[in-house]
């Protein structure tokens, strides 16, 4: 059976980073195409960026751009996405999600529990 | 980027209503459209993909039409289960999800 297990929940202060884990078991993380989402508390999904199979490379949304990178550990099928100069805004569960079949499809029909981030001081 | 508007955003409804959900793009994006289910606490659930194809699972009673960039969800009788809040999202050219629409009871 497939999963995605994430990390456990994260308390940060302003200005510091945090790193998320994602975790693949019953597939291999090459595989699939993992992206992240994020969902501010009480507020809709917002997509942050991903792996697009169609040049193979991680594109993130502009919105993050310069302030999150999106890594993978292949030995250990394991997916990363580090958020630095985090500010309250940032407050959120964050959610990995990947096709099951990124060669044939591009929604997402597969997702982690998500990661609850707080940002505070 | 592609923008996706939907509406309501909030639903009042009582169990055996038909339910419309609206979704509209910014651009046109064909087919390339997901609806999810999201209830409280948990990992959004797709419904929907290609505009109109069922998830495997999925009620028969969930349905999706449209393309280009006027998309719609309809529940044909809602049920107890139903009750969450649902995300159009389009895979055309990035990623993008619509506000979400709340289903509550009526």
């Known amino acids: 059976q497939v999963q995605l297990v994430q990390s456990g929940a994260e308390v940060k202060k302003p200005g510091a980073s945090v790193k998320v884990s994602c975790k693949v078991s019953g597939y291999t993380l090459t595989e699939l195409s993992m992206h992240w989402v994020r969902q501010a508390p009480g507020k809709g999904l917002e997509w942050m960026g991903g792996?697009?199979?169609?040049?193979?490379?991680?594109i993130y949304a502009q919105k993050f751009q310069g302030r999150v990178t999106m890594t993978e550990d292949t030995s250990t099928d394991t997916a990363y996405m580090e958020l630095s100069s985090l500010r309250s805004e940032d407050t959120a569960v964050y959610y990995c999600?990947?096709?099951?079949?990124?060669?044939?499809?591009?929604?997402?029909?597969?997702w982690g529990r998500g990661t609850l981030v707080t940002v505070s001081s | 980027d592609i923008q996706m508007t939907q509406s309501p955003s909030t639903l009042s409804a009582s169990v055996g209503d038909r339910v419309t959900i609206t979704c509209r793009a910014s651009?046109?994006?064909?087919?390339?459209l997901a609806w999810y289910q999201q209830k409280p606490g948990k990992a959004p659930k797709l419904l929907i993909y290609k505009a109109s194809s069922l998830e495997s699972g999925v009620p028969s009673r969930f349905s999706g039409s449209g393309s280009g960039t006027e998309f719609t969800l309809t529940i044909s009788s809602l049920q107890p289960d139903d009750f969450a809040t649902y995300y159009c999202?389009?895979?055309?050219?990035?990623?993008?999800f619509g506000q979400g629409t709340k289903v509550e009871i009526k």
């Open positions: 999600a990947t096709p099951r079949k990124p060669q044939l499809y591009w929604y997402f029909d597969l």
């Open positions: 792996f697009d199979p169609e040049d193979g490379e991680t």
């Open positions: 999202q389009q895979y055309n050219s990035l990623w993008t």
């Open positions: 651009q046109s994006i064909s087919s390339w």
